[in-house]
């Protein structure tokens, strides 16, 4: 079975899994495989068989704070005088939704002091590599591994020298040697010291070893007259760095590009009170367009009439009828990407009513119909300002595929994006969603239709697949626009 690691347990809990471990002479991990291979049994133990002490852990903290910890650090404090420098460096942690649990060197505790750090962090301050209270289920492993990152802040020279070595001769260096995260470091020593050619093959060594370093800067030193590059990074750049470390900026393969959505029905008026419409939601165009907006896409959204927020960075232009969506989308060229996912009204009535129409005696009054403009037709066939890459719907409730080959050949669109909206499916109004995405082999050059069939997904994994295949496309030198 794999290794369990488990995460966010308040200190009542870890207390009691470490206490009836040690009573059982089993690790940590091992008890809890125990306690649930025991209840999957229905043989479980009861829950305390021993005093539990109440939890300590940050909970208050972060309850008067309304802040809910995302990611974890191990902050290791080295022995210098930047040290002090340290007690910030955990606040501005906090700031950013981090938890920090902290090591202090036997050095570093000449700087400051474990109540100190503890009051800062909320969490116990972890000193010894022999600690009875900690050590008799290999707490220094759990220290290493059971967060997200590990930061040592002031990195020694002493200290990286071991870590580049390999030593482990104490709780700090046991931590870096045994953990499997990535580790930012942020050096701090006398210029001198920096510059020593031990100093520089250890670094060297380090950031062969995949560790990140930030700084140091320069400046004046603690030493009086001394100046030079050691100064440990300020706090603020500290966790900064180890921000971007933690949450990674999402890659922006849309950035740059301007897309074109529509999405939702639209409704075509009879009378002042009446009106044409269908069962369209709008949620798959709205997760289009939010999921294109993620990937860094600047987007405009026509929308018909929906009930649902707009997405958060997008442009939304909110319209009633068909001929109202198509003049917003041609006011909203030119595009790089147009994705029409809007469910169009085929007909509207030739005479809207401009006063509610009555039942009469004559029986119902006539109503005439007359086409709506094709907006994929009209955008997929435009001689200037077409978007490279069109985009069509295709709600079918039988032969699926043959209708949107159908469909895709009579509009002239480069996809189309085919569902099945047969009332046992639930599509419309829905939450989930199946699509085949229906495209011509080769840019169309040999007239072959490839069908690519996606199961069964949320509106949003739709979306975030559609605008994946979308954001390889506009590189793929084979797409060439509809002729």
Same mark, same amino acid.
């Not at 990195?155 to 260096?173: R, Y």
């Not at 009535?349 to 994929?376: C, F, R, S, W, Y």
């Given at each position: 079975?794999? #290794?369990?690691?488990?995460?966010?347990?308040?200190?009542?809990?870890?207390?009691?899994?470490?206490?009836?471990?040690?009573?059982?002479?089993?690790?940590?991990?091992?008890?809890?495989?125990?306690? *649930?291979?025991?209840?999957?049994?229905?043989?479980?133990?009861?829950?305390?068989?021993?005093?539990?002490?109440?939890?300590?852990?940050?909970?208050?903290?972060?309850?008067?704070?309304?802040?809910?910890?995302?990611?974890?650090?191990?902050?290791?404090?080295?022995?210098?005088?930047?040290?002090?420098?340290?007690?910030?460096?955990?606040?501005?942690?906090?700031?950013?939704?981090?938890?920090?649990?902290?090591?202090?060197?036997?050095?570093?505790?000449?700087?400051? @002091?474990?109540?100190?750090?503890?009051?800062?962090?909320?969490?116990?301050?972890?000193?010894?590599?022999?600690?009875?209270?900690?050590?008799?289920?290999?707490?220094?492993?759990?220290?290493?591994?059971?967060?997200?990152?590990?930061?040592?802040?002031?990195?020694?020279?002493?200290?990286?020298?071991?870590?580049?070595?390999?030593?482990?001769?104490? *709780?700090?260096?046991?931590?870096?040697?045994?953990?499997?995260?990535?580790?930012?470091?942020?050096?701090?020593?006398?210029?001198?010291?920096?510059?020593?050619?031990?100093?520089?093959?250890?670094?060297?060594?380090?950031?062969?070893?995949?560790?990140?370093?930030?700084?140091?800067?320069?400046?004046?030193?603690?030493?009086?007259?001394?100046?030079?590059?050691?100064?440990?990074?300020?706090?603020?750049?500290?966790?900064?760095?180890?921000?971007?470390?933690?949450?990674?900026?999402?890659?922006?393969?849309?950035?740059?590009?301007?897309?074109?959505?529509?999405?939702?029905?639209?409704?075509?008026?009879?009378?002042?009170?009446?009106?044409?419409?269908?069962? #369209?939601?709008?949620?798959?165009?709205?997760?289009?367009?939010?999921?294109?907006?993620?990937?860094?896409?600047?987007?405009?959204?026509?929308?018909?009439?929906?009930?649902?927020?707009?997405?958060?960075?997008?442009?939304?232009?909110?319209?009633? #009828?068909?001929?109202?969506? *198509?003049?917003?989308?041609?006011?909203?060229?030119?595009?790089?990407?147009?994705?029409?996912?809007?469910?169009?009204?085929?007909?509207?009535?030739?005479?809207?009513?401009?006063?509610?129409?009555?039942?009469?005696?004559?029986?119902?009054?006539?109503?005439?119909?007359?086409?709506?403009?094709?907006?994929?037709?009209?955008?997929?066939?435009?001689?200037?300002?077409?978007?490279? *890459?069109?985009?069509?719907?295709?709600?079918?409730?039988?032969?699926?595929?043959?209708?949107?080959?159908?469909?895709?050949?009579?509009?002239?669109?480069?996809?189309?994006?085919?569902?099945?909206?047969?009332?046992?499916?639930?599509?419309?109004?829905?939450?989930?969603? @199946?699509?085949?995405?229906?495209?011509?082999?080769?840019?169309?050059?040999?007239?072959?239709?490839?069908?690519?069939?996606?199961?069964?997904?949320?509106?949003?994994?739709?979306?975030?697949?559609?605008?994946?295949?979308?954001?390889?496309?506009? @590189?793929?030198?084979?797409?060439?626009?509809?002729?």
């Amino acid at each position: 079975m794999a #290794s369990l690691t488990i995460r966010k347990l308040d200190d009542a809990v870890k207390t009691y899994l470490r206490l009836r471990s040690a009573k059982n002479r089993r690790s940590v991990e091992e008890e809890v495989r125990v306690i *649930l291979r025991e209840l999957i049994e229905g043989r479980e133990e009861p829950l305390t068989p021993f005093a539990v002490p109440p939890a300590t852990s940050s909970a208050p903290a972060l309850q008067r704070t309304g802040a809910v910890p995302e990611a974890s650090v191990t902050l290791i404090i080295g022995g210098g005088i930047a040290a002090y420098k340290s007690l910030d460096l955990i606040r501005r942690l906090k700031e950013r939704r981090v938890e920090v649990r902290c090591v202090l060197t036997k050095a570093a505790q000449q700087f400051v @002091t474990p109540l100190a750090v503890s009051a800062l962090s909320h969490e116990r301050v972890y000193t010894d590599l022999f600690d009875p209270q900690s050590e008799f289920d290999a707490g220094h492993i759990r220290l290493a591994r059971d967060c997200d990152l590990v930061v040592v802040a002031p990195a020694t020279a002493d200290l990286m020298a071991k870590m580049a070595n390999g030593h482990a001769d104490d *709780l700090a260096s046991a931590v870096l040697l045994a953990t499997n995260r990535k580790v930012l470091l942020a050096p701090a020593m006398n210029p001198l010291m920096w510059t020593n050619a031990a100093t520089r093959r250890n670094v060297a060594q380090l950031q062969r070893d995949g560790v990140v370093l930030i700084g140091p800067n320069s400046g004046e030193m603690a030493e009086a007259g001394e100046a030079g590059t050691g100064r440990m990074s300020e706090a603020i750049e500290i966790a900064a760095a180890a921000e971007r470390l933690l949450r990674p900026p999402v890659p922006k393969p849309l950035a740059g590009k301007r897309v074109l959505i529509t999405a939702g029905p639209t409704h075509e008026p009879i009378d002042p009170v009446r009106y044409i419409a269908n069962r #369209s939601s709008g949620k798959q165009g709205f997760a289009i367009a939010a999921a294109a907006q993620a990937a860094g896409a600047e987007v405009i959204l026509v929308s018909g009439p929906v009930d649902l927020g707009d997405p958060q960075g997008v442009t939304v232009k909110h319209v009633e #009828s068909a001929r109202q969506m *198509l003049e917003q989308v041609q006011a909203a060229l030119p595009a790089d990407i147009a994705i029409f996912a809007a469910a169009v009204a085929d007909w509207r009535v030739a005479n809207e009513g401009e006063q509610k129409l009555k039942k009469t005696a004559a029986g119902m009054p006539p109503l005439q119909l007359i086409e709506n403009p094709d907006i994929l037709a009209t955008i997929s066939k435009l001689t200037d300002k077409r978007p490279p *890459l069109v985009i069509g719907f295709a709600a079918e409730t039988e032969h699926l595929i043959d209708n949107a080959k159908s469909k895709l050949a009579r509009k002239g669109c480069d996809w189309i994006v085919a569902n099945d909206v047969s009332p046992a499916t639930g599509v419309m109004g829905g939450d989930r969603n @199946t699509v085949h995405l229906i495209s011509r082999k080769n840019g169309g050059k040999d007239g072959e239709i490839a069908v690519d069939s996606w199961p069964v997904m949320t509106k949003e994994q739709v979306a975030i697949e559609l605008v994946a295949h979308v954001a390889r496309s506009v @590189t793929d030198k084979s797409l060439e626009p509809a002729s």
